[in-house]
């Protein structure tokens, strides 16, 4: 885990230090966002990784080329001890057959109560009036590695209280060896001075038989506060 962590810094280090970014102008752009969170049931690409866990994230986020390049730790505390998952992402906007897209590549290690992976991906999301469509190509690191994609449908709707935004969404995997869905609802209050709430409720599913990372019409509920420094 942490030879995976200094790989990837070390790579966003390089990356950055190629396109001439100094130090100093990298201090001055970086962005914090911290958040604590709660979740009865946790999921990555529609595969259950741990129960009841209490979780502390960090993204530090930076502009890069044109996008942004982000690293992100997660630690989750569950009953099974003790998760931790990273990140590095780099996202920005470009333009597909004329219309405009936001485009993310990332390269993250998942680690869970029954055994993590590693995985990349790209991402690519279109913002209609009516929804976003967002579609994230991946696959796993390594020997016999699972790959698909999912595509998620969602819309923010804003609500008689102030703030307070509701999202409901629907999200498909078709991987080469399972498929799962999660249909939910998020919400999102916004308290002023970069301080917000968040809560999720989602139904999830998959056909994935005989393991610890079946779904079987399983409900998750979550709940968050989040901190942009």
Known sequence: MKTLLFSLVTMLGVAIGSAGVNAEDLAENISVDASVSYSNLST????????????????????FEGGVASVGVDIYDADGGTDTDLSISWARPVTILGQSIDAEIYLQQIESSYGGWEEAGLGLTYSHEWADLTASFWHELGTDASYGVEITVSRDFATPVDNLTVSPFVSANIANDYNAVEVGVSADYDF??????????????????????????????????????
Not at 44 to 63: H, I, K, M, N, P
Not at 198 to 208: L, P, Q, T
């Open 44 to 63: 990555s690409g529609g595969l259950a990784v741990r129960e009841d866990s209490l979780g502390y994230s960090v993204l530090l986020g930076t502009s």
């Open 192 to 229: 002023g001075n970069n301080l917000s709430v968040g809560a999720k409720v989602s139904y999830n599913h998959n056909d994935v038989d005989g393991s610890a990372y079946a779904l079987d019409n399983d409900w998750a509920v979550g709940v968050g506060v989040n901190y942009k420094f």
